[in-house]
C-alpha cells in the first residue's frame, strides 16, 4: 500500500519562509516523480511544483517562481518544499502526490499523479 505523508505546515505571517516535506512509503522513492498541489477554499487544486525522478528536471508555476524550491533526497526517500516570501494567496491545503509513469520529466496535470498525501495546511496572515 502506497502513502504519502506530508508535514511541516502551519500559521506564519506574509513575508515568512516555511519547509514542506513528504514522504512516501510502500514504493521505492526513485520510481515516482513527484509534484506539490495546492488548494484554496472555494478553489479548485492547482499545480504548484514538480520534479521528476532524478530530480534533474523541475517545474514551476508562475505565481512561485523565485520565491519556491522544490527538491528530493532520494536517499532520504523524502521531497522538500521551501517557501521563501510567503504572502496571503499562499494560503491553501498543500499535498503531494507521486506519478509512477514518468521515467524522466513530471507532469502539471494533476490527473497523472496515481497517490496522493493527506494534505498539510499553510495559512499565510497579513
Known amino acids: 500500500q502506497v502513502q504519502l505523508v506530508e508535514s511541516g505546515g502551519g500559521l506564519v505571517q506574509a513575508g515568512a519562509s516555511l519547509t514542506l516535506s513528504c514522504v512516501i512509503t510502500?514504493?521505492?522513492?526513485?520510481?515516482?516523480?513527484m509534484a506539490w498541489f495546492r488548494q484554496a477554499p472555494g478553489k479548485e487544486r492547482e499545480f504548484v511544483t514538480a520534479?521528476?525522478?532524478?530530480?534533474?528536471?523541475?517545474y514551476y508555476t508562475d505565481s512561485v517562481k523565485g520565491r519556491f524550491t522544490i527538491s528530493r533526497d532520494n536517499d532520504k526517500e523524502t521531497m522538500y518544499l521551501q517557501m521563501n516570501s510567503l504572502n496571503t494567496e499562499d494560503t491553501a491545503v498543500y499535498y503531494c502526490?507521486?506519478?509512477?509513469?514518468?521515467?524522466?520529466?513530471?507532469?502539471?496535470?494533476?490527473?497523472?499523479?496515481?497517490?496522493w498525501g493527506q494534505g498539510t495546511q499553510v495559512t499565510v496572515s497579513s
Open positions: 502526490a507521486a506519478d509512477t509513469s514518468r521515467l524522466v520529466t513530471a507532469s502539471d496535470d494533476l490527473r497523472d499523479y496515481e497517490y
Open positions: 510502500g514504493r521505492p522513492f526513485w520510481s515516482v516523480a
Open positions: 520534479i521528476a525522478r532524478s530530480g534533474g528536471r523541475t
